[in-house]
């Protein structure tokens, strides 16, 4: 039996030090809002290159924080549009529409599976004040067009990094750190995973940085002082311990995922199966091994059977789920298709070559 993946496996590969840091937050008696934060906090945003990271309760938030940070600013108003892949996970969309603005969807390029650069332009309007990009699967989706539209138009660009902790653009920066800000989610099966909810904005914006903060914290930035209406959003000490943990061993972690991926870009040769271009290592810490197949349903059944398991990211695109009457009106095929073909495959920090092994014979005997 191979899981699609085992965060029992995954926690293990670091346990004894993940225990130790969540014993010595347990003995402490500090639990939110401390040095387990401030640590964890200076130590990711170092990791991302960026002079601020705020710690949240989960990437939804991240997210909204960021385009209510803008909001709060003066910088977007409700009722402005952001542009954002219409092939994504909801939450990038979700983040929009509560802050009331409205979400421009932009088709993937049928080969990356990223945003497709070329329709952006023809997508701005009078009252576009973003684009937002995410990093789907673990693979760069910035390009610089996009860094020069953003600049051309005066667009700021919010980075979804849910998926793609320790990822690169082409310069060598990370994902994260190259637009105005970036929202992570520590979603325990996310490449940096906590044991439980947690999530992060970072950007080099300290005035959106102090925003955020005040934001997660009841808008609070001096207690019992309320600047804003904001909510309780905070991350809790024993999850940035954890992820303080975790976050030493993400590049090694990173790199398994690596060996797993080019084992299988090496060795999947199924007719009807096809990949998605391979990325140069440095932009792809593949959270996702996405596969494409015309007959996706009765591969994933057919490696059910054979005792593999497989998810599919995603099955229903955002544009026609029940919350979203008002953009059922796109014709998003390329996104359409993705969701009826794609299939993602088992990888992560622990899973063997073997194991990657096995799942490949087996697609290609499907
Ligand atoms: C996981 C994810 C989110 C949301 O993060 P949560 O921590 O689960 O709220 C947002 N965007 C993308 C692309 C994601 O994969």
């Known amino acids: 039996m191979i899981q699609f993946l085992s965060l029992k496996d995954v926690t293990a590969l ?7 840091a969540v014993d010595r937050v347990v003995a402490g008696g500090w639990y ?47 009722g402005d549009e952001v542009i954002v892949p219409a092939n994504t996970y909801i939450a990038t969309i979700l983040a929009i529409t509560e802050n009331g603005l409205q979400p421009v969807l932009v088709e993937p390029r049928p080969d990356t ?31 610089e067009n996009i860094g020069a539209l953003c600049r051309k138009h005066g667009l700021k660009l919010v980075e979804d ?76 000490e024993i999850q940035a311990a954890v992820l303080d943990v975790k976050l030493k061993y993400l590049d090694e972690d990173n ?4 060996l797993i991926a080019k084992y299988y870009y090496e060795h999947i040769s199924h007719p009807l199966v096809s990949l998605p271009a391979r990325l140069d290592d440095a932009q792809n810490v593949y959270h996702l091994f996405p596969i494409i197949c ?18 599919i990211h995603y099955p229903i695109p955002p544009h026609r789920q029940e919350c979203y009457p008002e953009l059922a009106h796109y014709s998003l095929p390329i ?10 495959i088992p990888i992560g920090p622990a899973i063997s070559l073997e194991e990657a092994a096995e799942v490949v014979s087996l697609i290609n005997r499907f």
């Open 32 to 78: 939110l809002q401390g040095k387990e934060n401030e640590r964890f906090e200076a130590d990711y945003a170092n990791y991302i290159g960026t002079k601020h990271c705020v710690g949240c309760a989960n990437g939804l938030d991240a997210l909204i924080w960021i385009f209510r940070a803008y909001i709060e600013l003066g910088v977007m108003k409700p």
């Open 113 to 143: 599976l990223e945003i497709d650069d070329s329709l952006l332009e023809a997508a701005i309007t009078e009252k576009t004040r973003a684009i937002a990009i995410v990093h789907l699967y673990g693979r760069n989706a910035y390009t």
């Open 161 to 236: 990094n849910a998926q793609a902790h320790g990822c690169r653009v082409p310069d060598g920066r990370r994902t994260g750190s190259i637009g105005d800000a970036a929202g992570h989610s520590f979603y325990p099966g996310k490449n940096l995973g906590a044991l439980g909810d947690g999530g992060a904005v970072t950007t080099n914006d300290q005035a959106l940085a102090d925003t955020i903060r005040a934001l997660a914290n009841y808008g609070s930035q001096k207690k019992y002082v309320f600047k804003y209406t904001g909510r309780n959003s905070r991350l809790d």
């Open 255 to 258: 790199a398994h995922r690596k």
């Open 294 to 311: 015309q007959r996706r349903d009765q591969l994933q059944a057919y490696l059910k059977d054979n005792g593999v398991g497989t998810l």
């Open 335 to 344: 996104t359409e298709k993705l969701a009826q073909e794609e299939l993602s």
């Open 14 to 20: 670091h346990g004894e030090e993940i225990a130790a």
